[in-house]
């Protein structure tokens, strides 16, 4: 089990940028791919990004390709996502989450293979 602790969410007008982290405690972080999730008021939690235990890999949701960058630190045990040309819709509480998996190159995003979560940081974009 991995403990998770989200920050860098806050208010930013549209076309604004934030940086989201996501501190890890407990097992071995790089025996876990990692991924972004959002819940929107009112909307299920949905996909954002993945990351493999490598690094090398990501994977996006189509809504935030070319706008979002999700990066890790496995010396710091720290996973990011760069958030550019913020928009009102990606107003959300975004929680991360790891998987554990054995392969270094996998990713996923499907909730369901994540076991572990984090409570969550709300991001609120302006228009």
């Known amino acids: 089990q991995v403990q998770l602790v989200e920050s860098g969410g806050g208010l930013v007008q549209a076309g604004g940028s934030l940086r989201l982290s996501c501190a890890a405690s407990?097992?071995?972080?790089?025996?876990?791919?990692m991924g972004w999730f959002r819940q929107a008021p009112g909307k299920e939690r949905e996909f954002v990004a993945t990351i493999s235990r490598s690094g090398t890999r990501t994977y996006y949701a189509s809504s935030v390709k070319g706008r979002f960058t999700i990066s890790r630190e496995n010396a710091k045990n720290s996973v990011y996502l760069q958030m550019n040309s913020l928009k009102p819709e990606d107003t959300a509480v975004y929680f991360c989450?790891?998987?554990?998996?054995?392969?270094?190159?996998?990713?996923?995003?499907?909730?369901?293979?994540?076991?572990?979560w984090g409570q969550g940081t709300l991001v609120t974009v302006s228009s």
């Open positions: 989450a790891a998987a554990s998996v054995s392969s270094i190159l996998y990713t996923s995003r499907y909730e369901y293979e994540y076991t572990d």
């Open positions: 407990g097992r071995t972080f790089s025996s876990y791919a």
